[in-house]
């Protein structure tokens, strides 16, 4: 068995039911909540969220929301003005010229203030059901160990590479074993190597 297929055997192993922990119930709200995930923790953003998306249901809330208020709602979590600015600017552009509908174009997605690639994957994969593979940092940092990229490749090339070793159909189960797998085992900084299915593909196998 080559790497790629023992790699995939474990993650469905550990984690076959492996999805995403943003708490949302439409493509607004998982929006909203990948945006706001940037350099913060899913449960942190999930803690805030609670609320948050009790009072602020539609576009025209957040559009119709002083900004100080929804820095407000927002100072629990890191960069929140800048958080608050891009999540009002991305509201009123898909209001304006999108009819009111959060868009499912990668390129589109990326023209939205404060949204990237990584967050465009996400609601990609997860809202829409288009294969993606969303490189956040458990991602990279699993990807690198397990040597299915280099240490100094940037996470765009991350990205292309796991693309193209896991086959297409696998991109968005994957992308969540990943992160399950880097969350809850191979953690930052006490990975539990002692335990690991995955020591033979690693490039540190006992860290």
Known sequence: ?????????????????????????????????????????????????????EKYKTLKDYINAPLADLEQDLTKIGLYKNKAKNIKGTCEIIQNKYQGKVPSSQEILESLPGVGRKTANVVLSVWYDVPRIAVDTHVERVSKRLKLAYNTDSTLKVEMKLMRKIPRQRWSKFHHQMIFFGRYHCTARRPQCAQCQLQTYCRYPNI
């Open 1 to 53: 068995m080559g790497r790629v297929e023992a790699i995939l055997a474990v993650f469905d192993d550990m984690y076959p039911q492996a999805h995403c922990e943003l708490n949302h119930k439409n493509a607004l709200e998982l929006l909203i909540a990948v945006m706001l995930s940037a350099q913060t923790t899913d449960v942190s953003v999930n803690k805030l969220t609670h609320n948050l998306f």
